[in-house]
């Protein structure tokens, strides 16, 4: 029984791809899913909403199911996507909600990112982006692009997929170009102009779901039972990794200063 719950937790932090005909059949079936676990949301968004002030723009906003939090703790956001469908989707969802400053579609891949998105540069106190830059086979390149989307002094916070000998099929249906280090990300960050602040492991657990079912079994998917039953387990996930200090978990994340 436990296994199928194990893994099933990092499937739910896939918070940058979702809708209707979709693009991404993997993503969207995996963000449907999400929504029914309102505790391992409420669960992530405890762990970075001390780090998000001011102006806030979401990458990845997917269909919203993290930004829900933040709009209903009256935080002045914007939400964004890659994905135009999902964008559509955003609009629509928070239509009437009044600490909504916009949705934007936007790609850290972009080349010519300075003139697409003009308008946002050195605008937002801090940018987040959860599951996001994986994603993206130049990360380097998105990393400098969400720099210049912040005002001075401003910070930056990512959620990555942790340890490369982790990699497996699990990140291949997914979209993944790669898992992080410590070390690595540390790189990623310092050498486009951030200074580190924290980094922290996030959901010890889910570790030897994804080993089990990902590197073992070489599963492509968790099947959509497994979820309530998932989120029957929270609190005790969340005890464990407060046992361990956040010093091993299936994602790191990482809060950085322009």
Known sequence: MWFPILVVSYFLLMNSLNGTKSTDPVGTETLDHIGE?????????????????????????????????????KKNVTLSDLRQEYCNHLSKRFIDNKSLAGVRELDL??????NKYSELLNKFDTVFALNVIEHIENDSLAIRNCKKLLKDNGTIL???????????????????????????????????????NMVFYFNVVGVLGWFFFGKLLNNKQIKQGQMKLYNNFVSLFILIDKILFHKFG???IITASK
């Open 37 to 73: 676990a309102e505790a391992f949301n409420k669960w992530m968004y405890s762990a970075i909403s001390p780090f998000l002030k001011g102006n806030i723009l979401e990458i990845g906003s997917g269909i919203g199911n993290i930004s829900a939090f933040l709009l209903n703790d």
């Open 250 to 252: 299936l994602s790191l």
């Open 158 to 196: 990512i959620l990555v997929p942790s340890f490369p000998w982790l990699f497996c099929r699990f990140d291949e249906e997914l979209g993944h170009f790669r898992r992080y280090n410590r070390k690595s990300v540390y790189k990623l960050l310092n050498d486009n102009g951030f200074k580190v």
């Open 109 to 114: 891949g972009k080349e010519d990112f300075d």
